[in-house]
């Protein structure tokens, strides 16, 4: 079974740093996609960015990127020049590329961005 | 266009109630996906569909739990006997195919309290 964990339960920026939320995933599988959704107050979900594991280059979006180790099984979110707006819970999700394509999710990471 | 809605938004029921819990998936996606999601969690798997066939309901917590989706398109989770450990947001997403390199669009969900 897939497992996906996210060890920082709260972290916190000063707004215009970088920061980076750490997840890590198990899985036997060699074709997987994985992403980090963002929930903010209003409890939506939005996809801020996705990584398929079959490419070795990063996927970045605008200020967002992700560090995809695939022998660590290690998928961390970047977010530079942090702004209020990204104030929100993070989660980590992964989903295989057969079968049941569910999302199996890690239990997020709250982020606080500070004036 | 319009995303993928549920309603109601917000449920209140007493304890013993059924509820019933609609997703209108995004128009022509063939894909719907059912998650439940606790406070301070991550939305965990309840069931999924492709077109009316319901293809894994291993999600599913007990038999008081049931979906359906007769035609393909809007999906109803019916819980029976509902109890208070059943409170969450639950959350439905839809994709366009049935292959794993398809999105899952979120609706807002559905936040159920039974009292």
């Known amino acids: 079974a897939q497992t996906v964990t996210q060890s920082q339960p709260e972290m916190s920026v000063q707004e215009a740093e970088t920061v980076t939320l750490s997840c890590t995933y198990d899985t036997s599988e060699s074709n997987y996609y994985l992403f980090w959704y963002k929930q903010p107050p209003s409890r939506q979900m939005i996809l801020v960015i996705r990584?398929?594991?079959?490419?070795?280059q990063n996927a970045t979006e605008n200020r967002f990127s992700v560090n995809f180790q695939k022998a660590a099984k290690s998928f961390s979110l970047k977010i530079s020049d942090s702004q209020l707006g990204d104030t929100a819970m993070y989660f980590c999700?992964?989903?295989?590329?057969?079968?049941?394509?569910?999302?199996?999710f890690g239990t997020g990471t709250r982020l606080k961005v500070l004036a | 266009g319009a995303g993928v809605s549920q309603s109601p938004r917000y449920k209140v029921t007493k304890r013993g109630q059924d509820v019933a819990l609609r997703c209108d998936p995004i128009?022509?996606?063939?894909?719907l996906y059912w998650y439940r999601q606790a406070l301070g969690q991550g939305p965990e798997f309840l069931t999924y569909?492709?077109?009316?066939?319901?293809?894994?309901k291993s999600g599913l917590p007990n038999d008081r739990f049931s979906a359906e989706r007769p035609e393909g398109s809007i999906s109803t989770l019916t819980i029976q006997r509902t109890e208070q450990r059943d409170s969450a947001m639950y959350r439905c997403?839809?994709?366009?195919?049935?292959?794993?390199?398809?999105?899952?669009?979120f609706g807002p969900g559905t936040r159920l309290t039974v009292t």
């Open positions: 999700a992964f989903r295989r590329d057969s079968g049941t394509y569910k999302y199996i």
């Open positions: 569909f492709n077109y009316e066939a319901q293809q894994d």
């Open positions: 990584q398929e594991a079959y490419k070795q």
């Open positions: 997403a839809s994709s366009l195919g049935v292959a794993g390199s398809y999105e899952q669009y």
């Open positions: 128009s022509g996606h063939v894909s």
